[in-house]
């Protein structure tokens, strides 16, 4: 049986059982599953990527191994080889500089760019949200990280000329 959209907000939901994002709010709730909406008219895919693209990342240290979600899991699970390379594009490295680093590398993996520009939209509004409690670090965020990290997606977007040039989110 193949791994569908819903089984991968099953194993977000599950994954991130009590985690919270930057604003306290349950991640998978307040953050993925908002971000896997957005991406659901680029496909089955694009949706599965966007709920999951914190799962290895959050879960690496889970002191329960079988709350673990690395990538050989993944794959094991049944998650799409191409969904998996796009998680392994937007996951943080240790010690990865955020644009030179991560960004870039998001912006060389199609699904994983698109995943990203997704997630930057959202970041980018959770940043106003903040500018209301915390104005200064709101700033930061936003001129320092999300709108630089936004504009070498967009470029990369553009210049893709096989999975370029879709109607951006």
Known sequence: ???TVPDAHLLALAAHEGQTDELGRD?????????????????????????????????????????RYDL?????????AVVVEAIDAVTPRPGEPYIAGLIRRCAAHPLGRLVKLAENQHL??????????????????????????RRILLAAEAADPVHGRRVLV
């Open 124 to 149: 980018l509004a959770a940043a106003a949200q903040q500018a209301a409690t915390d104005p200064a670090r709101a700033r930061s965020l936003r001129e320092g990280r999300y709108r630089p990290a």
């Open 72 to 80: 050989p899991r993944l794959l094991a699970l049944g998650v799409p």
């Open 27 to 67: 991640l998978y709730l307040a953050r993925l599953r908002p971000i896997a909406e957005s991406l659901r008219p680029y496909g089955p895919e694009a949706e599965m990527a966007g709920v999951l693209q914190d799962v290895a990342r959050t879960t690496a240290d889970h002191p329960d191994p079988a709350r």
């Open 1 to 3: 049986m193949a791994f």
